[in-house]
């Protein structure tokens, strides 16, 4: 197939895949993480009856305990992308989550639940590495965020879809139909890697797995502080919105008692990040990366404290609280993909170690954060807003400072 190139972005190495392909592809393998938390959002409710669980907050655990095998997961298939090559790690992965979805599926109490969820959170690290990595094999500097943003806004579509997918599981069939759907996903996945996907690591740049190599990989990326900066902030930021993704079901269905129309309204939202990712990938290479970040952090701060002042005078209405987290999505549009990009800007020659790193980092900071806000939820929408306006602030004095301990080669 004749390789597809648009106007400036580098055109990837040759390929079966031209980059349309590519940049589907690489969000499809990131979509596997959002999938395995989205869908499965409507049946948190029932999933707590059928466990008899009294607590609710209790079952938030589910979504964590994923986001836990993730965590950890993205340390051993990190190293071993860059010593083996992206695609072995990707076929790994995804054997491990079907593994772990099976588990789930059998799973007659919370516990094994939990245990099924981790399983599943260590699969997924395989292709969220590899989705990372190949991109950053291929990509660098603002040609990268470009292409990261195109990647967020395609996969943004699954989040915006996926609860309205669980929601019609579950008028035809039990919870346990969710993790069938996850399986037939999977499969779908392995398929298109399988036939269509080429190695995009040469044998002759790969990095030997030792715990010398792991141990300056970890070295290197601790100690460029601008990629150390990002980090923190990806972790505090995406802290947050795990925060909301935990208590979401109970924000819309108990506290405004939205019932089944949950997964459109949260379908809405996910929307909005999906259009202002498309925004970034238009104007970030005039713009740039910091501008545009920066911005969007102060839009989340300035918002956060105008619905906590909201809050503390009247009761929040559903259209209120609609509005304040449809600012809140818009701007995770301008964020993710930016400092993702420019966290990963001088770690190319390490990618497969550094993303692991840095997505391991700040995945166990933004669970830690994330199931605080969560169990912290009162019925009302304060802690997350609370949330919100101390993480973004830090976010985004960590942001400035990581632009202002930038070198020469890495300014963009």
């Known amino acids: 197939m004749t390789a597809y190139s648009t106007p400036d972005v580098s055109t990837p190495n040759k390929s079966r895949l031209s980059a349309m392909e590519f940049t589907i592809l690489t969000a499809t393998l990131m979509s596997i993480v959002a999938i395995s938390i989205d869908a499965l959002l409507p049946a948190l409710g029932i999933i707590a009856k059928d466990f008899m669980i009294e607590d609710t907050n209790r079952v938030q655990l589910v979504i964590s305990a994923l986001f836990l095998g993730l965590s950890l997961g993205q340390l051993i298939c990190g190293?071993?992308?860059d010593s083996t090559g992206r695609k072995p790690i990707l076929y790994v992965g995804l054997v491990v989550y079907v593994?772990?979805?099976?588990?789930?599926?059998m799973s007659t109490d919370l516990d094994t639940l939990l245990i099924g969820r981790f399983i599943q959170g260590l699969g997924v690290a395989g292709p969220y590495i590899s989705a990372i990595s190949l991109?950053?094999?291929q990509y660098k500097g603002r040609d990268m965020a470009k292409i990261m943003s195109l990647v967020m806004m395609i996969f943004i579509l699954v989040p915006a879809l996926a609860p309205s997918i669980g929601q019609v599981i579950l008028l035809f069939t039990n919870w346990q139909g969710i993790f069938v759907m996850y399986l037939v996903y999977a499969s779908i996945i392995f398929v298109w890697i399988f036939t269509r996907l080429d190695e995009t690591l040469p044998k002759a740049k790969r990095i030997p797995f030792t715990k010398k190599g792991f141990f300056d990989g970890f070295k290197e990326v601790m100690t460029n502080k601008p990629t150390t900066s990002l980090t923190v902030a990806m972790g505090m930021i995406f802290g947050c919105l795990i925060g909301y993704l935990n208590s979401?079901?109970?924000?819309?269905?108990e506290q405004f008692g939205t019932g089944k129309l949950f997964s459109v309204y949260f379908g809405v939202l996910a929307l909005l990040l999906g259009?202002?990712?498309l925004m970034n990938s238009k104007f970030v290479q005039r713009l740039g990366m910091h501008l545009i970040a920066s911005r969007a952090f102060k839009a989340i701060i300035l918002s956060s404290l105008i619905f906590f002042i909201v809050q503390l005078f009247i009761t929040v209405q559903l259209w209120m609280f609609m509005l304040y987290a449809g600012s809140l999505f818009f701007s995770f549009g301008l964020i993710f993909g930016n400092l993702n990009a420019m966290a990963m800007e001088p770690m190319g020659h390490v990618a497969g170690i550094a993303s692991a790193i840095i997505g391991s980092t700040s995945s166990i900071m933004s669970l830690i954060i994330g199931t605080i806000i969560g169990q912290l939820y009162d019925g009302s929408t304060l802690p997350m807003t609370v949330g919100f306006l101390i993480m973004s602030s830090l976010a985004l004095f960590l942001l400035t400072y990581a632009e202002k301990h930038k070198t020469p080669q890495e300014a963009e």
């Open 79 to 81: 190293p071993l992308s």
């Open 99 to 105: 593994f772990g979805t099976i588990f789930c599926f």
């Open 135 to 137: 991109v950053r094999d």
């Open 248 to 253: 979401s079901p109970q924000i819309f269905q």
């Open 275 to 277: 259009f202002s990712s």
